[in-house]
């Protein structure tokens, strides 16, 4: 099970951050900055797992992002590497070519995205289509609640004719 997924730059800005596992706020700073350190401190040609503290940092760096996941010590690391990269291929299928700048001005899609391919954790869908059809989905129903409309319409008194 991973117990938390975290993407920073190469600058040690923290762009994302996702807890699959309770933690205080004080211990989540500080498994942060161990980790970031870490994880920077490591030169390219270096093993991408780092055995810490009870679990394993599996990370991957994709541009000027890390992207770096705390998974149990019988869990697979290869495994973990798929899930990052399955992540970034949904970024990238959704933003198109996706940068740093999608994911600090577009952040609430790439948290959505995480939550629809995975829970808990685990998993859940391991379809890019599906995903990418819930994301669509999300982005019409916000498309709609963004567009104003008259208080006659609000109140259903008036139709737009749309329906």
Not at 10 to 17: A, D, F, M, P, V
Request: proline letters at 1%; hydrophobic letters at 40%; one cysteine or more.
């Amino acid at each position: 099970m991973m117990h938390y997924m975290l993407l920073f730059s190469r600058q040690g800005k923290l762009r994302l951050q996702k807890w699959y596992t309770s933690h205080s706020e004080k211990a989540k700073k500080k498994i942060i900055r161990d980790v970031m350190t870490m994880v920077l401190a490591r030169k390219p040609k270096m093993c991408a797992f780092i055995e810490w503290k009870d679990l394993k940092i599996v990370y991957k760096r994709y541009a000027s992002l890390y992207f770096c996941c705390g998974i149990e010590q019988q869990d697979n690391e290869l495994l973990c590497l798929e899930i990052i990269h399955r992540y970034v291929e949904l970024l990238d299928k959704y933003f198109g070519s996706v940068c740093e700048l999608d994911i600090i001005f577009n952040f609430e899609r790439a948290y959505f995205m995480l939550d629809e391919f995975m829970l808990a954790g685990e998993v859940q869908e391991t379809s890019k289509k599906n995903v990418l059809k819930a994301i669509a989905a999300q982005d019409l129903l916000q498309e709609e609640c963004d567009e104003p409309k008259s208080l006659l319409e609000e109140l259903g008194v008036i139709s737009t004719g749309l329906e």
